[in-house]
Nanobody, 110 residues
Framework: QVQVVESGGGLVQPGGSLRLSCTTS??????MSWYRQAPGKERELVAT????????NYADSVKGRFTISRDNAKNTAYLQMNSLKPEDTAVYYC?????WGKGTLVTVSS
């Protein structure tokens, strides 16, 4: 059964950190990506990583603060988010091939 499951979201204060996880099952994917959608805004690409973990790309808005990584043995990708800002508040989605997870909510607020 094909599944994409995100976890790790929550409420964090500005300047704090969170680590999101995305675990896939039923398939393997060369590229794994994180997207986010803030209230009233379009979904945007946050970061991508290739299967070897050697090629990563980031949105300008998160460069230097977010790090994408993956553990192929666990079929899991991670998004380490540091120095979080209120504008990072969004539902974060994982995508692999044409499969999507249901998202995990990240709220950055004091």
């Amino acid at each position: 059964q094909v599944q994409v499951v995100e976890s790790g979201g929550g409420l964090v204060q500005p300047g704090g950190s969170l680590r999101l996880s995305c675990t896939t099952s039923g398939f393997s994917s060369n590229v794994m990506s994180w997207y986010r959608q803030a209230p009233g805004k379009e979904r945007e690409l946050v970061a991508t990583i290739n299967i070897a973990g050697l090629t990563t790309n980031y949105a300008d808005s998160v460069k230097g603060r977010f790090t994408i990584s993956r553990d192929n043995a666990k079929n899991t990708a991670y998004l380490q988010m540091n120095s979080l800002k209120p504008e990072d508040t969004a539902v974060y989605y994982c995508a692999a091939m044409h499969y999507w997870g249901k998202g995990t909510l990240v709220t950055v607020s004091s």
